[in-house]
């Protein structure tokens, strides 16, 4: 059982910028892909960014690309969303995930993840 804990969210003004960071606890990433989704109040959660396992694989939200980048640590057994240019509409809850399913086209349905992170809320003012 893979348990995730997300942290690192917080309030920033527009154009900021913050680090998330998932760490698993009371087992390993090992052989997981990791993804972040976001959800906002009132809206459904969406995809934002999925890495592989070997990191080789990244994938990003076209609203995403160019600003947020993800990465992995495996000595540090954690993942992490740097966040750059942040809007205000990115206002959300945002999740971590791991999947050992979820690969080419279907890194980004929620229903490939097998554990989740209880979030973390980003709140980025005007």
């Known amino acids: 059982q893979v348990q995730l804990v997300e942290s690192g969210g917080g309030l920033v003004q527009a154009g900021g910028s913050l680090r998330l960071s998932c760490a698993a606890s009371?087992?390993?990433?090992?052989?997981?892909?990791v993804g972040w989704f976001r959800q906002a109040p009132g809206k459904e959660r969406e995809f934002v960014t999925f890495?592989?396992?070997?990191?080789?694989?990244?994938y990003y939200a076209d609203s995403v690309k160019g600003r947020f980048t993800t990465s992995r640590d495996h000595a540090k057994n954690t993942v992490y969303l740097q966040m750059n240019s942040l809007r205000p509409e990115e206002t959300a809850v945002y999740y971590c995930?791991?999947?050992?399913?979820?690969?080419?086209?279907?890194?980004?349905?929620?229903?490939?993840?097998?554990?989740w992170g209880q979030g973390t809320q980003v709140t980025v003012s005007s």
């Open positions: 995930a791991a999947s050992r399913r979820a690969y080419g086209s279907t890194y980004s349905r929620i229903d490939k993840y097998d554990y």
């Open positions: 009371g087992g390993t990433f090992s052989g997981y892909g």
């Open positions: 890495i592989s396992w070997t990191g080789t694989s990244i």
